[in-house]
């Protein structure tokens, strides 16, 4: 007979979220709870395999008798709490939060931002054509990947990926500060003489497409990216024994990019090196 | 942890300045050369997680080869690295967090020239520009345009660093272009401040309280300290236990007064309950807000007074480990509180047995390296751990979880020194002092357009007439900036304002560290206004986007309308209290929170572009 682990049994919260009454387990963020009611609240750096750094703002919610917002991803949901998600508080920060970030990062791979800045009007361009943007070059330094840190929200997540959350490696880090802070390796140095070993995890978290396969960055600088012409097909990766999950998407019968399912609950979307790059040997037709 | 370190070396200086704080390294997995390793090392990986418990020595080495080579090389930093079991691109992010570090090449000595609030109306621009003169490249001095240094007294200032062994810095202030340019080319012949008393106007006046001792004791002498009264306070609290001085110090009603003012009693309660141990105890002496410079006179001026006032909060917080986080920007404190520290130790006043009482008690000085934000206290403590100073979201508080994740009681120095009179007085007399809901003496900075400028100790409840009056206000006054550039303005027909927490909550502004800056109407407000949004948006962490973004936002439109007024400005006005409300209400911590303030209040209060 198989045991299925069933944890220690957690009590259930009440709460109110937009006025209607909400139970979820101890624990819980608001953002879970407003997810199972239904509610979509945007979010960006939250990523379902991290701690939520709540470092983009994007999902703040109103919390009756709170000072300031509160972000939905991170701020656990207490009893008796009363959270509003819409208000016209909530609503505004939002949108600026969007107008901020539209104005000084190039979002244009960024999924379901440009339904947000339409949702909550936001209107990037009012604050001038002067306005400070990151104005980065896309750092080419190696075959597998781009850094194209002009996409950058500066959200943690390829930091904490790399760092004690999954990786262990340590090979980025945010260097410098405020405006100017950047994703780097030590001494702003080419990835090919920092500790980056190339699992690609890193993209894998990467909500803005900041971080890409070199052979995605090509396709759509050569304009031939397609996503609806992309076949994803997950399947076992062959190189060792521990049987990761890869989805390989592939487009003209070539593997274009190789993810893996976040739900996985050996490797939660992580891979390393061989799994990750390792597909040129299967479609070389020499 | 698998570290990759490149193959940079450290110049020998470089080695012997990491060396001096660490000792010598035991073996080639810390960094010894490879013909030095020993049959043993070939069997045995050292560092995990023994290494990676000095993490929090990551700063001190940092500014251990900042003071010998005046700029962080990329084999210094690896040898730190292999040191610390520190991955290379966490440290490296951490140098470049800090303003006083520069991971380039740079001259061996930095002169830091003031541009702040009360350095800027006493003519800052005149002197930089002389300065950058006088300066240029070849001088082997690199000029560097600062926030504020604390030195607002005596505006406007500049601070000199020259690097070697040991680390040389020289203050001018006030300067001229004469006497900046000397203390940066020879800071060891450049004339001494003056003594910390000279920021204190009411010295001598008997009736002070925590200033009492400034000017009248000498700082370098425990002794000349217990004459005039010096641990008569640690004593009761020992009479007392430490839920009696916990007791005292709520029944006071002293509240924080670092600018949040949370009752002081209760933070400590919170701690010493906490069944979590160790406990730590930090005393917040990273004074950054512009126009603030009070607690620099105290621990320059009276600095036992802190290390005994330090040992009663930790005594009754149960804690045994103390860090004073002091700001990089001030040698002299650093050099004071240093000898304060080792004289006590020295005196069985810190150390395994305080006072014969059997209590273990010890102080350990931070230096911060040149950040606003780690005056949070949260990116404080992350600036000890050796992370980058960001702070951290709350829930959970630090009295639950603090420094390296433990209870942790964090104190401005003004707070901590009020607990001595509270502990001699006792609670009903302290308590009798000021108004019913803020208790107790305050020191003020008042700077600007006055004839004495300094740090005046008035009980609360005087008006800010009053002590602009003892200040002796000039002619013409245009505003009142309180609470520093994360306060608010105040018109001069609201002098009656009292000075208390809940007088100037109701007059709509802040107390805040207790910063009054006047300024006269030769000063141009726009002009004012934009160094405050500069000074957000560099000292800004970066973490999350209504800050980083919006305080470079908030600069763009003060600098397009800082010459237009009425309709013209209309348009930037709107889009800034639009940025302004989503950082208020959307920021992480009290920066980006704040970083609107003052704007705000010059433009509703006095009419900025009217």
Redesign the interface.
Known sequence: MTAIPLGVPRRLVGFTVDGQEARVPEGSTILDACRAAGKDVPTLCQGDTLTPK?????C?VEVEGAR??V?AC?RKAEAGMEVRTDSE?AR??R???LE??A??VDLSTTPKVAGWIKEYEAKPD???S???RLDEEPKIDNELYVRDYDKC??C?KCVDAC?DQWQ??????????????RI??????PLT???CVYCGNCIEVCPTGALSFKSEFDMRAAGTWDESAQEETTTVCAYCGVGCNLTLHVQDNEIVKVTSPHDNPVTHGNLCIKGRFGYQHVQNRD | ????F?DSKPTDDERAAVDALLGPPDSSWEGAARDEMRAVDLRWARGGREARDRRDLLLPGLHAINDRVGWIS?GA??YLCRRLTV???????VA??Y?MFS?KPRPATVLHVCTDLACAAAGAAELCAGVEARLGLGSGVSVERSPCLGLCERAPAALAIRAGDPVRTAVSAPASVEAAVLAASSPDSAPEEPPAVMAVPQAGDASLTLLGRVGVVDPSSLDDYRAHGGYTALRRAFALGPAGVIREVTDSGLLGRGGAAFPTGRKWQATASQPDHPHYLVCNADESEPGTFKDRVVMEGDPYALVEAMTIAAYATGAHQGYLYLRGEYPRALERMSRAIAQARARGLLGDDVLGQGYAFDIEIRRGAG?YICGEETALFNSIEGY?GEPR?KPPFPVEKGLFGKPTVENNVETLVNVLPILTMGAEAYAAVGTGRSTGPKLFCVSGSVARPGIYEVPFGATLGELLTLAGVREGLRAVLLGGAAGGFVRPDELDVPLTFEGTREAGTTLGSGVVMAFDDTVPLPRLLLRIAEFF??????????C??????QE?ALS?IVERTGAAAADDIA?LR??G??M?????CGLG?TAWNAVESAIDRLGAYE
């Open positions: 709540n470092a983009c703002r994007v703040v300031t917002l972000p991170s508080r505004h920060s949108k600026v939060v901020l970030l104005s000084s009012r604050f001038g002067d306005a400070a929200i500066l943690y760092g262990n490696t340590f090979a980025i880090s945010v260097a410098g500060r405020g405006f100017d802070a780097a390796v030590e001494h702003d140095a003489d920092s500790a | 942890m698998d570290l990759h490149g990329e930093l690896d991955p290379p691109a966490e440290a490296y992010g470049t967090f303003a991971v950040a980058r979201s948006r560099d000292e800004s962490c970066g973490q999350c986007v209504p980083r973004v919006g305080t470079v936002r763009e397009r889009l639009e940025v409300r989503a208020r209400d959307a920021s992480i929170q």
